[in-house]
């Protein structure tokens, strides 16, 4: 077993034990810890502009686009590259930002997180595993 692996126990959400994650969000060069939904069927992570806003990260500055939700809805989001931690690990990743995200909880996508994670979803044991790739040469 890889010992750099980090390892997530599945919390309450909507009702149901779900793959969630406890991340370290680099804002302002100040780290801020918080909840994400894993989600391996979402392109984008995306995080509450509320959140960004309680923070005082300015995210409306970030790249403009529309991202399509589950439902088949777009809903606007600005796009910035920041640190994101996962257990001791640093990576920067592409995050969206959005008032539109219309449910109550961030979502972390495959965007940046899954090139550098092998991401498993362990149901029976309620769990989700990071593990680290090797560094490339």
Same mark, same amino acid.
């Given at each position: 077993? #890889? @010992?750099?692996?980090?390892?997530? +126990?599945?919390?309450?959400? !909507? =009702? +149901? !034990?779900?793959?969630?994650?406890?991340? =370290?969000?680099? !804002? #302002?060069? @100040?780290?801020? +810890? @918080?909840?994400?939904?894993?989600?391996? =069927?979402a392109a984008y992570s995306i995080v509450h502009g509320d959140f960004a806003r309680d923070v005082g990260f300015e995210f409306t500055s970030g790249e403009g686009l529309w991202v399509k939700m589950g439902d088949g809805s777009l809903i606007p989001v600005f796009l910035h590259r920041v640190p994101l931690q996962i257990g001791p690990h640093r990576i920067e990743a592409r995050i969206a930002f959005s008032d539109r995200l219309g449910i109550g909880f961030h979502l972390l996508g495959r965007l940046d997180v899954f090139d550098h994670f092998r991401v498993c979803f362990h149901g029976r044991e309620q769990v989700v595993s990071f593990e680290p790739y090797p560094a490339r040469e």
């Open positions: 077993m #890889n @010992t750099d692996r980090v390892v997530f +126990r599945y919390k309450p959400m !909507l =009702g +149901r !034990l779900s793959p969630t994650a406890t991340l =370290g969000l680099c !804002l #302002n060069e @100040t780290w801020h +810890r @918080t909840d994400f939904y894993v989600d391996s =069927g």
